[in-house]
């Protein structure tokens, strides 16, 4: 299943801002957000403020929970997302995206776009009954959130260090059961 480019975005985005929170915590600074804004793709209203930061920090648990929810649970918190931000959803086309559906206006606080972007994203992926392309990573020593986009679904690992931290744990264990 291929989603849209911007449905896609705003997936892996929220996987990454919900993984930010596993330890160590890499959103800590105005400096970080900062930089997880540039490579997100979000366009709009950017306060660079330290209120900015705590606001959208706050997000990763509600996030994290619809994420990792089942498809009738989804549905509830995507309703509920949208209705809390009086999401209004439109046409756009802005900078090299050609029309796509934004739900939110540029100026409402950065935070409050993100919810929605993912809101409106996991509509598509409970629309197409693709739950399953959420998961949480197969390492036993990790809670991230793993976003599956790939053709035969194989992917288990939320980062190249879960999966070599995997891998290594399991050469380990075939070199002592020799």
Request: aromatic share 4%.
């Amino acid at each position: 299943m291929r989603f849209a480019h911007d449905t896609e975005q705003a997936l892996q985005c929220a996987v990454v801002l919900v993984n930010s929170a596993e330890p160590p915590d890499s959103l800590t600074t105005v400096e970080e957000l900062d930089d997880f804004y540039t490579g997100s793709g979000y366009t709009g209203r950017r306060d660079r403020t330290r209120a900015e930061l705590d606001a959208v920090r706050a997000t990763r648990p509600r996030l994290r929970e619809l994420l990792t929810a089942d498809r009738d649970g989804a549905v509830e918190m995507v309703n509920d997302m949208l209705a809390d931000a009086q999401a209004v959803p439109r046409l756009v086309r802005h900078d090299e995206s050609d029309w796509h559906v934004h739900a939110i206006d540029y100026q409402r606080p950065l935070a409050t776009r993100i919810v929605v972007e993912t809101a409106m994203a996991m509509i598509d992926v409970i629309r197409a009954d693709e739950m399953s392309r959420l998961n949480l990573c197969a390492d036993d020593a990790c809670d991230g959130v793993v976003l599956d986009l790939s053709r035969n679904r194989s992917k288990r690992f939320c980062s190249v260090t879960c999966g070599n931290r995997h891998a290594v744990t399991a050469y380990r264990q075939r070199q002592r059961a020799e």
